[in-house]
């Protein structure tokens, strides 16, 4: 019988088979290594993205503040002007406060009232004067406080004296003027009140 040596083959086989297996390793491993650098490239690539964006938007942050701090100073700026205009408006409307003051007494005094003073000091008014009598005195000091413009009429000097060899009573009235504001707000509480009834 003829006997045939598979040994020899059988070794060369498994030779074969183990490097087969070694090949296959070594290439999952090397699949595996590529996947890695191929994925940490993509993550640091992300990364170097997202930090260029970070300056960018810290970029952006810094202009921001800066054009907040200038609206914040237009802000300032403004309200300064504002309170300017407010101090030109009272002054403009103070400039004509004294004539408007005398021409309302001067239609508000009575024929038997001579007036030798005026004062008119941050809206408190002072009349100096000559009256016929006290009555004439009484109904001054009545037609002011009926005025809408003035109000809390105070006598301060009520005394008889002797003008060019005639008697006559020689008064001093304080009072207070009514602001714009003050007159209109107490015409529309009148009128609410002429409303009411």
Avoid: C
Avoid at 19 to 37: D, G, K, N, R, T
């Amino acid at each position: 019988m003829i006997r045939i040596n598979l040994i020899p083959y059988r070794a060369e086989f498994r030779q074969q088979q183990i490097i087969e297996y070694i090949i296959v390793f070594v290439a999952a491993v090397l699949l595996a290594l590529s996947i890695v650098v191929i994925v940490n490239s993509a993550y640091t690539a992300s990364l170097e993205g997202l930090r260029d964006e970070k300056s960018l938007l810290v970029a952006q942050n810094q202009q921001l503040r800066k054009k907040i701090g200038e609206l914040k100073n237009l802000d300032t700026l403004r309200s300064e002007v504002e309170s300017k205009l407010a101090i030109v408006d009272e002054l403009q409307a103070g400039r004509f406060r004294s004539l408007t003051t005398l021409s309302n007494i001067a239609e508000l005094m009575p024929q038997n009232i001579w007036l030798e003073a005026f004062g008119d000091k941050n809206g408190t008014i002072t009349l100096v004067g000559f009256g016929e009598s006290s009555k004439s005195i009484a109904n001054l000091m009545r037609a002011i406080e009926s005025s809408d413009w003035f109000t809390g009429v105070a006598l301060q000097v009520d005394k008889e004296v002797e003008v060019e060899g005639s008697k006559a009573r020689s008064f001093s009235l304080v009072f207070k003027r009514l602001s714009l504001a003050q007159k209109e707000a107490n015409e529309k509480a009148a009128k609410e009140g002429k409303d009411e009834s």
